[in-house]
């Protein structure tokens, strides 16, 4: 297959990258590393597949309209795998305008792009924090999420209605992935596992958010990838049994599907800190504090749509998944 991938220097994008080339697959990749977190790093991940045959890179936005149409334009695209956007929260507290440009007009672009190639498969990153004041767990596609705590959430649950329409109007298959808090070797540094870690190592205290007792869905990035290659692989279709009168939010009409994408077995904060000390070898000094604006304090993954239709199993325990990440952290970051 040939497969576009935005956001490919990013966590996500990179660690797909090489499983798809490892498979034999052909794989075009856009980043724009941008300064958001330390450009080393996404350096660093892109040069594990860079140099390979079936690899090439562009360093552009996917705001550039101009510039996506002529990507698509010159391609023969059978999927687009978008993972490109301005992730975190709290940043979007601070900086909104960067998430209207990537996670709305560059995904917009997109859209645009695979309509007038005639794309087989749109696959798109949206995320467990489209459930936003939702609180019955744990959290099921089919029931509505239209009540968002932050501007990264709304723009996640808007790139699902804009996929639907161009699912509706122009036949295009989409498949939306909403992921649960991903993690592992070369994660992001805004994130608390590096933070954490990092922190711990260093002496300096870290903060933790509403008192602790947060609970995530934490999803390896290992088991991640297998998802969203087995995602790919299959094109969403219409639900031929969808029901106007009880609307699926999850399906449709179109060709359209949204998923949870996790681990399905959300773990204390707490809990999480310590294995992460245990790995360490180092007692983290801690500063309990509320929880911030924009954060829900749980997260649990309904996930048996896509064990039912893709055999999805996720492999990786918190217990494992902590041991990869730390013995990754302390060879790159050279705390030996």
């Known amino acids: 297959m040939r497969i576009f991938i935005t956001g490919s220097a990013g966590f996500i994008g990179s660690a797909l990258s090489i499983k798809l080339l490892e498979e034999g697959h052909s794989v075009l990749g856009i980043d724009n590393h941008n300064d958001y977190y330390d ?4 350096e660093d991940r892109l040069s594990r597949h860079i140099n390979h045959k079936q690899y090439t890179h562009i360093r552009e936005s996917i705001e550039n309209r101009d510039l996506i149409a002529d990507i698509f334009r010159s391609n023969n695209f059978d999927c687009v795998v978008n993972l490109a956007a301005q992730a975190g929260v709290r940043y979007s507290l601070e900086n909104p305008f960067a998430y209207v440009d990537t996670n709305l007009v560059g995904f917009g672009n997109i859209l645009e792009g695979c309509r007038h190639s005639n794309v087989g498969h ?15 767990q744990p959290y099921k596609v089919n029931e509505s999420v239209n009540h968002p705590l932050s501007l990264y959430a709304a723009t996640k649950k808007a790139n699902e209605l804009m996929a639907h329409t161009y699912s509706h109007l122009y036949n295009l298959p989409t498949t939306g992935l909403r992921f649960f808090t991903v993690y592992g070797p070369y994660d ?40 969203i290659i087995n995602v790919i692989k299959k094109p969403a279709l219409p639900n031929i049994k969808w029901d106007s009168d009880k609307p699926d939010p999850s399906s449709s009409t179109a060709p359209y599907r949204i998923y949870n994408i996790g681990n399905s077995n959300p773990v204390n904060l707490k809990d999480y800190i310590r294995e992460l000390e245990k790995n360490l070898k180092k007692e983290a000094i801690k500063q309990y504090l509320p929880i911030q604006p924009g954060d829900v304090p749980d997260t649990f993954a309904d996930i048996s749509s896509l064990i039912r239709e893709f055999n999805y199993k996720p492999k990786i325990s918190v217990k494992e998944g902590i041991k990869n990440f730390t013995d990754w952290f302390i060879d790159y970051y050279k705390f030996n």
């Open 39 to 42: 450009i080393s790093l996404k």
């Open 122 to 136: 749109l696959v798109y990153a949206s995320s467990s924090s489209t459930y936003g004041l939702n609180t019955k």
């Open 188 to 227: 992001r540094p805004d994130m608390a596992l590096q933070k954490f870690a990092k922190a711990i190592m260093n002496g300096e205290t870290i903060q933790v958010f509403n008192q602790g007792n947060h609970k995530r869905d934490f999803t390896y990035i290992d088991d991640i990838v297998d998802g």
